[in-house]
């Protein structure tokens, strides 16, 4: 079974190793839709979320791993810096895999130059960025066309819109890991796999300028990516601790207290990431 090769515990001996981990995982899943489903008329028009299925299937082991050795971690720490302290190589486990995901889907998406391997993703993007004509935007941002800057709003508008998004992501992560702990790697797998889609837009689907496209949305990108995944820790590790304690144990109130503290260094990340979004990035690639 491939998702159990690579051990779970290289994360421990150094964060940066999972980048190959993300690079394995997130080639496999979309060769592998390349390869299967494309072919079929019917599963071709879901390629997108097929691509972060089997992109998850791969993760689980590795997530469920680190979210149950935390929870042990974290009924024996207590404070802000020691919190951060404890959890700070997981999630930076967690970036490295994250990383690894964005930049094989970048590459490979604009390798193959099948534009229905992310047909949901350029969708989302297009909400996004072009809420009133989705349609043409999706038709516009195929292999064929060449394309300019969409429009923009008030920058006061835009980093509330922005916020508004990430903490609802941010949300919809922490309720997917209380559900089921390791279950949060669907949404950030999902916003790897958006990532990438908007980085073949901004570099008109040339793979030399992949760098350029990763730097261009990894300035604000990456402290985006960490509130997630410390949100994700938080309610995984919470759920792991009502089921070891349950909710009359000293040890659990440690843990909510220490959930807590992660929660609100998400919400300060994620300020920030709006912030550099609205204010730095459009200097630096203006």
Same mark, same amino acid.
């Given at each position: 079974?491939?998702?159990?090769i690579i051990n779970p515990k290289a994360a421990e001996k150094g964060p940066w190793k999972m980048f190959f981990v993300?690079?394995?995982?997130?080639?496999?899943?979309?060769?592998?839709?390349?390869?299967?489903?494309?072919?079929?008329?019917?599963?071709?028009?879901?390629?997108?979320?097929?691509?972060? *299925?089997?992109?998850?299937?791969?993760?689980?082991?590795?997530?469920?791993?680190?979210?149950?050795?935390?929870?042990?971690?974290?009924?024996?720490?207590?404070?802000?810096?020691?919190?951060?302290?404890?959890?700070?190589?997981?999630?930076?486990?967690?970036?490295?895999?994250?990383?690894?995901?964005?930049?094989?889907?970048?590459?490979?998406?604009?390798?193959?130059?099948? *534009?229905?391997?992310?047909?949901?993703?350029?969708?989302?993007?297009?909400?996004?960025?072009?809420?009133?004509?989705?349609?043409?935007?999706?038709?516009?941002?195929?292999?064929?066309?060449?394309?300019?800057?969409?429009?923009?709003?008030?920058?006061?508008?835009?980093?509330?819109?922005?916020?508004?998004?990430?903490v609802f992501v941010m949300i919809f992560t922490l309720i997917f890991s209380l559900i089921f702990g390791a279950g949060?790697?669907?949404?950030?797998?999902?916003?790897?796999?958006?990532?990438?889609?908007?980085?073949g837009i901004f570099t008109q689907y040339k793979v030399m300028e992949i760098p350029m496209g990763l730097l261009r949305?990894?300035?604000?990108?990456?402290?985006?990516?960490?509130?997630?995944?410390? *949100?994700?820790?938080?309610?995984?590790?919470?759920?792991?601790?009502?089921?070891?304690?349950?909710?009359?144990?000293?040890?659990?109130?440690?843990?909510?207290?220490? *959930?807590?503290?992660?929660?609100?260094?998400?919400?300060?990340?994620?300020?920030?990431?709006?912030?550099?979004?609205?204010?730095?990035?459009?200097?630096?690639?203006?």
């Amino acid at each position: 079974m491939i998702e159990m090769i690579i051990n779970p515990k290289a994360a421990e001996k150094g964060p940066w190793k999972m980048f190959f981990v993300g690079l394995i995982y997130a080639s496999l899943s979309l060769l592998l839709v390349k390869w299967f489903f494309s072919p079929d008329v019917v599963l071709s028009k879901f390629s997108g979320m097929i691509v972060v *299925t089997f992109c998850v299937m791969f993760s689980l082991p590795f997530m469920y791993f680190v979210i149950k050795r935390e929870e042990a971690e974290d009924e024996q720490v207590e404070g802000f810096l020691d919190v951060w302290k404890v959890h700070s190589d997981a999630i930076f486990a967690f970036m490295w895999l994250f990383l690894g995901f964005v930049v094989a889907f970048s590459f490979w998406h604009i390798v193959i130059g099948d *534009t229905n391997l992310f047909n949901a993703q350029v969708e989302t993007y297009c909400m996004i960025n072009n809420p009133g004509n989705i349609e043409d935007c999706v038709h516009k941002y195929n292999f064929d066309q060449k394309f300019g800057p969409t429009g923009s709003i008030t920058k006061e508008m835009r980093f509330l819109s922005i916020l508004e998004n990430n903490v609802f992501v941010m949300i919809f992560t922490l309720i997917f890991s209380l559900i089921f702990g390791a279950g949060a790697i669907f949404v950030l797998a999902w916003n790897a796999s958006v990532i990438a889609a908007a980085i073949g837009i901004f570099t008109q689907y040339k793979v030399m300028e992949i760098p350029m496209g990763l730097l261009r949305y990894m300035v604000h990108g990456f402290p985006e990516i960490a509130a997630y995944f410390t *949100t994700a820790l938080a309610g995984g590790i919470f759920g792991v601790g009502i089921l070891r304690n349950g909710i009359r144990n000293r040890k659990f109130l440690r843990v909510l207290e220490n *959930t807590v503290i992660l929660l609100f260094i998400s919400i300060m990340i994620l300020i920030v990431a709006a912030a550099l979004e609205v204010y730095l990035t459009p200097i630096l690639f203006s």
